[in-house]
């Protein structure tokens, strides 16, 4: 059983049986009450008006769990992933006296008796300085752009803080599709989701100030060069996998003690300390392949505008419908995307997986790149 | 037939859908790591092979009839055959068939758990139809 944050109520209600009468009943007053104004649009001046310092860090969490999430553990227990990500995500919360966290809970929509919804699928959790200050639903399907109820939110409660606050926006969810992002949802099919989506999302979080020190992607194959790219004018660094990402995530412990962890505000040796630890977590339980890097983003240009042409072309040729799911592989074992520069600015950690017909394989170059 | 009972059997069937929904992706996960509970649970390792090998033998089997259904789509057609790859690809790697190395019998447990993990991972990114999955689970229930 693992605990959820403060005042966290996301478990499903079962309907008993009850006559047709009472199912109306209940229907019409669900319907009624999802028509009710929705609370966290309001101002809220009390958490503005606090007498603590401003925090030293600002992180934001997005978890994804619109979706098949479910996973078993060594021992044959079943775990939600998107559960334990905010599980783990409330404790770096509560455990980091200096800093506000933000978390968004993308949660799949429940209808009622298949005919509407009036349940919000959406929950954001807002501490400050260790304390869970205000937990509100929301509804996913507002706004024009996928970010929007978020975008929001994050204005309405983000407090900018010193001069040199530490700004980390961390995602958790399956592979950010580069193209056709159409499913990404299970509860929106018609709605699409794409790296390009996430990149307009964190263009309208990182205007408040420059950019974000640092984005992690706990999903699969998002180690790419139209990633990183897509992502580079909005973060410094960026962690994230370029092969497949056991369900258990990046294991961010790190994230609890970030006054220890970056005590001299060095972002780059932070991220490869999260990344090794992530890394090395993984390696306990994980028989499948597990590659964790850390991209510093103005190191990694030069190999991006070299191969950007060649990966578009790529990407281009796999759009179009009915086509197979794309062939992945690294980068380095095709000479159109290998050069000079492609370890630059890349740190990887990689072990290969226990079986399989790429157990042999000895490095990664840190770069995914698909035909 | 009166009122109530129509809409008691529409309540019903909602019900009953919204549960085989997720029966069916749960269904599929929890069949290996079922194998896996076993297996690890016996101390002969030639044991632990026969029930792997004899799991993924099923599993081959379900997809194999799942996939020459009319039921199925061809685009669902072609996403079964890539899951019967990686079925394959397991059975000949536990049995040293087709260039794999067979798995020592001192790695049978990290075996099914790589099994477990990678036929999960599978899941995500070779994605069937909720009539597909249900497909199969229903065979699975059927054959073992």
């Not at chain 1, 009472?22 to 229907?27: D, E, L, M, P, Y």
């Not at chain 1, 939600?80 to 995500?89: H, I």
């Not at chain 1, 001069?163 to 599709?177: C, K, N, S, T």
């Not at chain 1, 194959?221 to 960026?238: C, D, K, M, S």
Request: glycine share 6%; with cysteine; aromatic share 10%.
């Amino acid at each position: 059983m693992h605990d959820k944050p403060n005042g966290s109520n996301t478990s499903v209600t079962q309907l008993p049986a009850m006559p047709v009468g009472g199912i109306t009943c209940v229907a019409l007053g669900l319907f009624l009450f999802s028509c009710a104004p929705t609370r966290p649009f309001q101002p809220v001046t009390s958490l503005t008006a606090d007498a603590a310092p401003p925090p030293r860090y600002s992180i934001t969490y997005v978890i994804h769990g619109d979706g098949n999430y479910l996973y078993h553990d060594t021992g044959g227990s079943k775990h939600r992933a998107d559960e334990e990500a905010l599980t783990r995500a409330a404790s770096v919360a509560t455990r980091n006296p200096h800093a506000e966290v933000l978390i968004f809970h993308q949660r799949p929509k429940r209808r009622l008796l298949w005919l509407f919804s009036p349940f919000r699928d959406g929950t954001f959790y807002y501490y400050r300085h260790g304390q869970l200050l205000d937990k509100v639903s929301y509804r996913r399907n507002r706004g024009q752009t996928r970010f929007d109820p978020e975008v929001e939110l994050y204005n309405q409660y983000h407090l900018e803080g010193q001069p040199q606050q530490v700004r980390l926006f961390l995602y958790f969810g399956h592979e950010i599709p580069e193209l056709d992002g159409s499913g990404y949802d299970a509860s929106y099919k018609t709605w699409s989701f794409t790296i390009d989506d996430l990149a307009g999302g964190l263009s309208s979080l990182a205007r408040h100030s420059t950019r974000f020190d640092l984005v992690v992607l706990s999903t699969c194959f998002n180690g790419t060069p139209h990633t990183v790219g897509a992502l580079a004018p909005y973060t410094r660094y960026i962690i994230a996998s370029p092969g497949n990402l056991h369900l258990s995530y990046y294991d961010l412990r790190p994230l609890e003690q970030l006054d220890v962890g970056l005590r001299d505000g060095d972002v780059s040796t932070f991220a490869t300390q999260l990344a090794r630890h992530a890394f090395d977590r993984l390696t306990q339980d994980v028989q499948t392949e597990i590659t964790a890097a850390v991209y510093d983003v103005d190191r990694v240009e030069g190999y991006l505008d070299t191969v950007d042409d060649v990966y578009e072309s790529a990407l281009a040729r796999l759009g179009g419908e009915a086509r197979p799911p794309p062939e992945r592989f690294d980068c380095a074992e095709d000479p159109a995307y290998v050069s000079n520069g492609m370890a630059d600015g890349v740190t990887v950690f990689f072990r290969a997986s226990r079986f399989g017909r790429e157990k042999n394989k000895a490095t990664h170059s840190g770069w995914e790149c698909t035909r | 037939m009166s009122l109530k009972k129509v809409a008691g059997i529409i309540v019903m069937t909602c019900f009953l859908v919204h549960v085989g929904h997720a029966q069916a992706q749960e269904g599929l996960q929890t069949y290996f790591s079922e194998v896996a509970s076993k297996v690890k649970a016996m101390d002969d390792p030639a044991e632990k092979r026969e029930v792997t090998a004899k799991s993924l033998q099923t599993m081959a089997e379900a997809v194999d009839r799942v996939q020459r259904s009319r039921m199925i789509s061809k685009e669902d057609r072609a996403r079964l055959e890539q899951l019967k790859a990686t079925v394959q690809d397991k059975q000949d790697e536990l049995a040293g068939l087709n260039g794999f190395e067979r798995v020592p019998d001192g790695q049978l447990n990290a075996f099914v758990d790589y099994v477990v993990q990678d036929m999960e991972q599978a899941e995500r990114t070779i994605t069937i139809s909720l009539v597909a999955a249900l497909l199969i689970v229903i065979i699975l229930i059927l054959i073992v």
